[in-house]
């Protein structure tokens, strides 16, 4: 059972690069998020989905674009790669009702210099 | 909408002292609640989870967490803390409707 699967792992961009980071889950969840997590920050929601073809911002969307054409993606596009996007990215999903809750991946490191 | 807050952002315990961790949110119904804990350089991973019954609820790694309405809390406790449980410690709330919504996150460290 894969689960929440995100890749790459960890990645290292230049000022200006643009790149996507993938997100792939197999329980068939309508919901899916993106966070990141600066030291000591906590979570801060980027962009969430509540099914395929619907997405909306979180806290923190500028500088990040999301899509979902299906119900198993949500890629995460950095256009214009900035040091203030050094994070680590976790994607998630669950599903409203019954009580499900979040799984997450293992995170992207990213770095940007 | 649902909130969720916790209000230490840092907590220290020696080896073997009990621990609680607190934890309120704000909601107009019976939310879900979830405990979450991110060890060092890994994801999050469900430590517990409630949604009906029973409100003390038991977890993995010996955690348990009581619901209370009236306090609108869900406080997560260990009688024993080992030097392995340091880790980041996170609170969520979720409804039948919504997205998850998650609390800004308790740091844990444990001296030997």
């Known amino acids: ?113 | 909408a649902q909130s969720v807050t916790q209000p230490d952002i840092h907590i220290t315990v020696s080896e073997g002292a009990s621990l609680e961790l607190r934890c309120n949110y704000s909601y107009g119904a019976t939310p879900y609640l979830f405990w979450y804990v991110q060890s060092p350089g890994q994801g999050l991973q469900l430590l517990l989870k409630y949604f009906s019954g029973d409100t003390l609820v038991q977890g993995i790694k010996g955690f348990e967490a009581e619901f209370k309405r009236s306090q609108s809390s869900f406080n997560l406790r260990k009688p024993s803390v080992h030097w392995s449980d340091a880790a980041e410690y996170f609170c969520a709330v979720g409804t039948s409707y919504d997205k998850v919504i998650f609390g800004p996150g308790t740091s844990l460290s444990v001296i030997p």
């Open chain 1, 1 to 113: 059972n894969a689960g929440v699967t995100q890749t790459p792992k960890f990645r290292i961009l230049k000022i200006g690069q643009s790149m996507t980071l993938q997100c792939t889950q197999d329980m068939n969840h309508n919901y899916m998020y993106w966070y990141r997590q600066d030291p000591g920050m906590g979570l801060k929601l980027i962009y969430y989905s509540v099914g395929a073809g619907i997405t909306d911002k979180g806290e923190v969307p500028n500088g990040y674009n999301v899509s979902r054409s299906t119900t198993e993606d949500f890629p995460l596009r950095l256009e214009l790669a900035a040091p203030s996007q050094t994070s680590v990215y976790f994607c998630a999903s669950s599903s409203p009702g019954g009580g499900t809750e979040a799984f997450f991946g293992q995170g992207t490191r990213l770095t940007v210099v």
